[in-house]
């Protein structure tokens, strides 16, 4: 009897590791499918973000000069959304590390929106854009160089 409680303990004991063996497997190969399509899903690259920030920039620009506090919240915030994104999706590009000097810049073109003042607005907005011509000359993409817009970048949208 004690043999044979033996031979099914062992028995059991047996299928038990076969069958977690096969379970880790299967376990394994969903990790490895679904790492193939984590890897395959598309991620916006560094340009895209950066074209979006340069037409949010420059409707920035429309909505304090037109005193459209709201619709510059909303900009100045679109815009930081978008370093926030770089800073999370494009951390291999070595220009992410020079995001941090644009900060202070925006944060002040914040507050001048907060406080409705054009004349901060417009002069905040001024050394925000050349902060980003200066990050372009660190990051040795000085051929790209943002300016103050003199038309709106859409048609369609008031400002």
Wanted: aromatic content about 10%; overall charge neutral.
């Amino acid at each position: 009897m004690k043999k044979n409680s033996l031979l099914a303990f062992v028995l059991l004991a047996l299928y038990a590791c076969y069958n977690q063996t096969n379970n880790d497997k299967q376990l394994q190969a969903r990790i490895d499918s679904l790492q193939t399509r984590l890897a395959d899903t598309y991620k916006p690259g560094f340009g895209e973000f950066m074209s979006s920030i340069q037409i949010h920039h420059a409707k920035l620009w429309f909505a304090g000069q037109n005193q459209n506090w709201k619709l510059a919240d909303f900009e100045i915030n679109e815009i930081k959304e978008s370093l926030d994104d770089i800073s999370k999706y494009c951390t291999d590009r070595i220009e992410s590390k020079s995001l941090e000097m644009i900060k202070n810049p925006l944060d002040s073109v914040g507050n001048a929106i907060q406080h409705q003042n054009l004349q901060q607005f417009t002069s905040t907005y001024v050394l925000l854009t050349n902060t980003c011509n200066n990050c372009h000359q660190q990051t040795k993409h000085e051929f790209n160089v943002i300016t103050i817009p003199k038309t709106p970048p859409v048609s369609n949208q008031k400002f």
